[in-house]
């Protein structure tokens, strides 16, 4: 766009006609404008990306770091972790976790959804939605130790409220129970992101307009069928975004595995996360660490790939 | 014919009310709980375990943290105290400055970017839009063995400036992504008429773009404020000197089996939580709107 | 749970991550100290021709002669307040400032002092875990008592427990910080409700009691044992339960004796019988560990709880916490009485300026402070029931009258006499190879204890890990 004469020209056209520049050329503009982020994000994500592949071909320990050897042993850290069982356990688990956590989320996220848009309650609704932030909010390890406390198994709040509605007879172990461990930490974290499901089908929900109800009402639809013939096509697409979008989130799940469970009892709350965690940060062999790390990338990737073959086919149907 | 279709609606409004309570109880209850564990005493806590309703309340778990009064607990237990918490101030301190500095740092840098894709479109731009989206789904691990290395090489471990630097890199892409939405869906109309009356792109996006934007500065501020806030794993390895932990690593150090103090635990969680919560609730549609922005296309 | 939370090796591990420096990689690479200590009878430290002179009166209350460093460094994890109260004691008395550096986790002290001796930071005392002596002596991060005025009088009031600790190698390398032992105790009101007069004295007294106390109604599982995975739990209650059975884990090789027909084997498998076919033993046992452990107990739903720290009594009947306090008693070991004891201890920086200093800085952490009391030792006697590892102070009548409300202080000072440093009772815990093993050992009776392996499987598993980790 051209620059016309102007009556007043600007504060920074005059600092530019006084230095002789004119004005900056939007490309140079830009360039300038987007350097700093690109600095921060070469910084903090290219470069650790492609020191992470590196490391994972190296032999990496803290010895060797010291003293500046870090022989290259190629695909061997690779090698290991696909020899190890533990890691095939842990993406076991990882699907397992990721599975239930999902479908709950999902399932719980729309049906909340809808009760609190329902117009019959609206003081209700409103008040959940004025709400409905908090667990979100609430920092991830402080929610799983918080969720920790309320498990314990010879005073926790759980244990307690269940004995009172009668549905147990004797205190339970939970996060100590290698057969309720992992859904434990599936209970603690879907309390905290559920919310965020809720907030996208709720935004969903309210891009239908009522008429289609109406008269779907009038056609002599019940409940269900206009959930099935109204609802459910019109928020698919958001279904999808959020199904993706969950499913790489609740992969990288941690704090919550730290603070309930470790990892225990045995391995059988394992997941990627924890296992390259142990491997870099517990038993200090970075390689191998970083290895997994990047085969926890790689299952990132493919969920994101869809992600953006999903959105981008939506969108374009939309 | 009327009578039934009103009692009809009236059931359905009773379920549905039900249903929202249970919500209510399902947001408000876990929390609740915790509550409960941080008005007792330890010995009343597991005295009286089957009462959820405790019969004696005290504040004296909040006086300790927030106030170092060690006198108040005296007896033994004393001993197996989690010390950390004796430095609750200052870990607050240090979630404080880590959160602000990276909301400032995100946002000036942040909007910076985020301008240039929405409006200075060069050809580069899409590309760089891209990258960004990429990067917003590099899980944590794999940027924290490498990162671990540089910073101890650089001599980064153990400082906030280390965390903050690493934590507004990682939150960056986030950023740019609600804010570059934020910026495209405002009317370029405005723009013209200041570049009509001489702006430079550079002027027109300080004096139009950012005050019209407030909102989704706000947006993106108020989400990367919280997510700094109640980031871990970044500080948790970064960090193993108790004077630069923030909030959250403080919580995971009461993760021990040598010194537990459950209902100083539970203050302590309580008090952590307590920031993030307050300014999602108080600031709600702002950070609703970001995180609709950041979710989808546009 | 019985995952291990931030379990102090995993602390150690991840922290020490952090220690830069070929020192620190080195130590961290290596493992263990080479030799086994073996008890000795006390021998008066050795005459060295350095020019300290003999001081004209005790060891604590005589200022050497040399001249004081600008600060002496102290550290530590705390435990209560009680070491700024003996350092401010020890500034006031000496005029030398002491620069306190408390961790506030004991799993951090480790990579700390890693951390700082591989800067070549002064450190003159360090309060320090039995299994990081032979590390830190290997890679000299420690020095030896030698050529000090007063360590024989010291030595001359140190109980067993305490010499077979601190003397390695025929050098002594520290003072005591505190001892502890492994003991059981029940609670008074399921017994009285059940007309039960006296405690076990055997196993299977044990279980008879149990089994009443189930069949009346007074207790569902009336044993709680600190059973929970992690640093090094599971594999300890292991270690006594054998060592009190009559048997051992290792011999004096550290060669595992864990074979069919063995003590050992035949102990494990009692153990997994509270479990599973008496039902005895809560469950949780295997989520809980230390304090957690005996927070639970204070819900007065079980009977019976065996625990590794003798100072737990304290808190177990806690004056100002407990709700079930007074109500705790202790009982002696089965059979002979036999357990397992240990000394925690304070050594001295090699990074220290001044060594003469640096002990009269150790005397006051684990010794004698000017006035001839031994302050800290009596702090932590009085304020938390940890036993010292001189006999003057356990036998003190402060230290009784404070720990009457604790324990039957007799019954306690003869089950002490019982306890055998866990070196001896564990020859093995001295090996390079015993933390790798132990992790393993745990999982094996983990398994055992929660049904899904005999026995004899894990025995075996363990003797099989044994030779994967020792070759």
């Known amino acids: 766009m051209e620059r016309t004469e102007a009556f007043r020209p600007s504060l920074w056209a005059r600092l530019r006609t006084w230095v002789g520049k004119g004005e900056i050329r939007p490309g140079l503009l830009a360039f300038l404008l987007v350097l700093p982020a690109i600095l921060f994000l070469l910084a903090i994500i290219a470069y650790p990306i492609l020191y992470a592949l590196w490391l994972s071909l190296h032999e990496v320990t803290l010895k060797g770091l010291a003293k500046g050897e870090l022989p290259f042993v190629g695909l061997k850290n690779y090698s290991i972790i696909f020899r190890d069982p533990v890691f095939w356990r842990s993406m076991l688990h990882s699907a397992e976790f990721v599975g239930t956590t999902v479908a709950l989320e999902v399932t719980l996220g729309l049906s909340i959804a809808l009760i609190i848009n329902d117009a019959r309650a609206r003081a209700f609704g409103t008040l959940n939605k004025a709400l409905m932030l908090l667990p979100w909010a609430v920092p991830p390890i402080a929610n799983g130790l918080m969720w920790f406390y309320i498990y314990n198994p010879s005073f926790g709040y759980l244990n307690v409220i269940l004995y009172k509605l009668g549905l147990i007879d004797q205190f339970m172990q939970f996060a100590g129970n290698p057969k309720l461990a992992l859904f434990s930490v599936v209970v603690a974290f879907m309390w905290r992101v559920t919310p965020f499901s809720v907030l996208l089908f709720h935004a969903a929900l309210q891009g239908i307009p009522e008429d289609l109800y109406d008269a779907a009402k009038v056609d002599g639809a019940g409940a269900l069928a206009r959930f099935r013939f109204i609802t459910f096509p019109l928020i698919r697409s958001t279904l999808a975004i959020v199904l993706v979008l969950r499913t790489a989130f609740a992969f990288m799940v941690f704090d919550e595995i730290f603070a309930i469970t470790a990892g225990g009892p045995g391995d059988r709350t394992w997941v990627a996360s924890w296992y390259t965690y142990q491997h870099a940060f517990s038993y200090l062999e970075i390689g191998v660490g970083a290895a997994a790390a990047y085969m926890m990338a790689l299952v990132i990737a493919i969920i994101t790939v869809t992600y953006v073959l999903v959105v981008y086919r939506r969108v374009e149907y939309a | ?298 | 749970m019985s995952g291990p939370k931030v379990t102090r090796r995993q602390f150690l591990k991840m922290a020490g991550v952090t220690a830069g420096g070929l020192a620190a990689s080195g130590l961290l690479a290596s493992c263990g100290p080479q030799a086994t200590p073996t008890p000795a009878p006390p021998t008066p430290a050795p005459a060295v021709p350095t020019p300290t002179p003999v001081p004209a009166g005790p060891a604590w209350s005589t200022a050497p002669s040399v001249a004081k460093p600008d600060k002496v460094y102290w550290v530590y994890w705390p435990w209560g307040k009680t070491e700024d109260e003996v350092a401010a004691q020890f500034e006031a008395d000496w005029g030398l400032p002491v620069e306190k550096v408390a961790e506030p986790n004991v799993e951090q002290v480790y990579a700390k002092v890693n951390t700082l001796y591989a800067a070549g930071e002064q450190m003159d005392v360090i309060k320090t875990l039995t299994p990081w002596i032979g590390e830190w002596i290997d890679n000299e991060v420690i020095q030896p008592l030698d050529g000090l005025p007063g360590v024989d009088e010291y030595w001359n009031d140190m109980n067993e427990l305490c010499r077979q600790t601190v003397k390695l190698d025929g050098k002594i390398w520290g003072l005591p910080y505190y001892q502890s032992f492994h003991i059981g105790a029940y609670f008074q009101d399921h017994f009285e409700k059940a007309g039960i007069t006296e405690p076990p004295k055997t196993y299977e007294e044990l279980v008879d009691v149990c089994l009443k106390l189930k069949k009346d109604g007074i207790s569902e599982y009336p044993i709680l044992w600190m059973a929970g995975q992690g640093a090094e739990h599971l594999t300890f209650q292991f270690y006594q339960l054998v060592w009190n059975w009559g048997g051992t884990v290792f011999d004096k090789d550290a060669n595992p004796t864990l074979g069919p027909g063995s003590k050992a084997r035949e102990a494990l498998a009692w153990w997994a019988k509270t479990f599973q076919e008496w039902k005895i033993t809560a469950p949780e046992s295997l989520e809980l560990r230390y304090i957690p452990a005996c927070k639970a107990f204070w819900t007065g739903k079980y009977t019976f709880h065996f625990f590794p720290h003798h100072y737990y009594m304290s808190l177990l009947n806690s004056e100002a916490e407990s709700p079930i306090k007074g109500r705790v008693k202790q009982m002696m070991c089965f059979g002979d009485g036999r357990t397992m004891g240990w000394t925690e201890i304070f050594t001295l920086g090699s990074t220290a300026k001044s060594k003469e200093w640096a002990w009269m800085l150790l005397q006051a952490a684990g010794g004698k402070t000017k006035d001839g009391n031994y302050t800290a030792a009596m702090k932590y006697g009085i304020g938390a029931m940890l036993g010292s590892g001189f006999n003057s102070v356990n036998r003190h009548p402060a230290i009784r009258e404070a720990w009457k409300k604790w324990t039957d202080v007799d019954l306690n000072l003869k089950q002490w006499e019982k306890a055998t440093v866990k070196f001896i009772v564990v020859p093995a815990m001295m090996k390079p190879w015993h933390q790798k093993w132990q992790d393993a050992a745990q999982v094996s009776i983990a398994n055992c204890l929660a049904g899904k392996i005999t026995a004899d499987q894990a025995c075996d598993e363990m003797i099989a890990k044994h030779k994967e980790v020792a070759g």
């Not at chain 2, 806590?45 to 943290?65: A, S, W």
């Not at chain 2, 939150?171 to 370029?188: N, V």
């Not at chain 2, 008090?271 to 549609?285: D, F, T």
């Open chain 2, 1 to 298: 014919m009327a009578r039934t279709v009103r009692r009809r609606l009236r059931l359905d409004s009773i379920a549905i009310s039900l249903a929202n309570v249970l919500v209510t109880l399902f947001i408000l209850g876990p929390v609740f709980l915790l509550f409960l564990g941080a008005i007792q005493t330890e010995k009343s806590l597991v005295e009286d375990y089957m009462r959820l309703i405790p019969t004696q309340v005290t504040l004296q778990n909040f006086e300790v943290i927030l106030l170092g009064r060690e006198d108040i607990l005296h007896d033994t237990g004393f001993y197996h105290l989690p010390r950390i918490i004796f430095e609750f101030k200052r870990v607050f301190l240090n979630s404080l400055i880590i959160a602000t500095t990276t909301t400032v740092l995100n946002l000036l840098v942040g909007s910076m970017a985020a301008y240039a894709i929405a409006r200075l479109r060069q050809r580069w731009t899409q590309g760089f839009m891209y990258t960004n989206l990429a990067s917003r789904m590099v899980p944590l691990m794999v940027l924290m063995v490498p990162l671990f290395v540089t910073l101890r090489t650089l001599k980064l471990l153990n400082t906030l400036v280390g965390v903050i630097i690493t934590l507004t890199g990682f939150l960056l892409p986030y950023t740019i992504w609600i804010l570059q939405s934020f910026f495209a869906s405002l009317p370029e109309e405005l723009e013209d008429a200041a570049r009509i009356d001489g702006c430079t792109r550079f002027g027109s996006f300080l004096r139009v773009v950012l005050p019209l934007s407030a909102p989704g500065m706000g947006a993106a501020g108020v989400i990367v404020f919280i997510l700094s806030w109640n980031e871990f794993l970044i500080p948790f390895i970064v960090n193993t000197k108790a004077e630069v932990y923030p909030v959250p690593v403080l919580i995971a150090t009461l993760v021990t089996d040598y010194h537990v103090y459950y209902s100083l635990v539970c203050a302590c969680i309580l008090m952590g939580l307590l920031p993030s919560v307050a300014l999602a609730l108080l600031l709600q549609r702002y950070v609703t709107r970001g995180l609709l922005a950041g979710a989808l296309k546009g």
